[in-house]
């Protein structure tokens, strides 16, 4: 059973054309949500550590914001350079682990 | 990729073969994990280490072990290499536990095709 879900899989965007991704996770316990972007042929790069609902951290056009239930990474007037696949990730507590979506793939449009 | 090393990047072996990944890093993190990433799957822990010597299993150890002698050295060992191995084999670095609040952060990966 899926503790993590990101959704939408895939999504277009057209250059300026904001939008939010969806992770939807179904612990109970969470310690902390994480926010990666990973690039084709390279390793995720960590972009956020959200703590408690309600919190919200920023990066240049990315917003990351967190729920009892999920998280939303809003991306703002997306560029081209935003195409990535953006990976979330939940740990809880008395666990040592990460528990990863399977990604939400962004193309970005010029 | 925050002073994280990899090798090799790519290799091509044969079923039954053993194969060793090395990962090395230079931030003197604590803790060192060894994930696998697949079509349709999220990263799956395979092994993590939490000190010299120290290491306990993930969800997916079925196949591999692991060691570490130094700080800096993780390595993760198919001991005979099958097919359902074919992956791309991610490792990360934390300087406390994952569930510690501390983000890890990851290596360029290696690529491991077994035929």
């Known amino acids: 059973e899926d503790q993590v879900t990101q959704s939408p899989e895939a999504l277009r965007l057209q250059e300026g054309e904001s939008s939010s991704l969806n992770c939807s996770y179904t612990?109970?316990?969470?310690?902390?949500l994480f926010w990666y972007r990973q690039d084709p042929g390279k390793g995720p790069e960590f972009l956020f550590t959200?703590?408690?609902a309600g919190e919200e951290k920023e990066k240049e056009r990315l917003k990351a914001t967190l729920t009892k239930k999920e998280s939303f990474l809003h991306i703002t007037a997306p560029k081209p350079e935003d195409s990535a696949t953006y990976l979330c990730?939940?740990?809880?507590?008395?666990?040592?682990?990460?528990?990863f979506g399977k990604g939400n793939q962004v193309v970005v449009i010029p | 990729d925050a002073g994280i090393t990899q090798s090799p990047r790519h290799k091509v072996t044969e079923t039954g073969t053993p194969v060793t990944l090395r990962c090395h890093q230079t931030?003197?993190?604590?803790?060192m994990y060894w994930y696998r990433q697949d079509p349709g799957h999220g990263l799956r822990l395979i092994h993590y280490?939490?000190?010299?010597?120290?290491?306990d299993k993930g969800e997916v150890s079925d196949g591999y072990s692991v060691s570490r002698s130094k700080t800096e050295d993780f390595l993760l060992t198919l001991e005979s290499a099958t097919s359902s191995q074919t992956s791309v084999y991610f490792c990360?670095?934390?300087?406390?536990?994952?569930?510690?609040?501390?983000?890890?952060?990851f290596g360029p990966g290696t690529r491991l095709t077994v035929l």
């Open positions: 990360a670095i934390s300087e406390g536990l994952a569930g510690s609040y501390n983000e890890q952060f």
């Open positions: 931030e003197n993190h604590r803790y």
């Open positions: 959200l703590y408690s």
């Open positions: 612990v109970s316990g969470l310690r902390g």
């Open positions: 990730a939940v740990t809880l507590y008395g666990n040592n682990r990460l528990a």
């Open positions: 280490s939490y000190g010299v010597k120290d290491t």
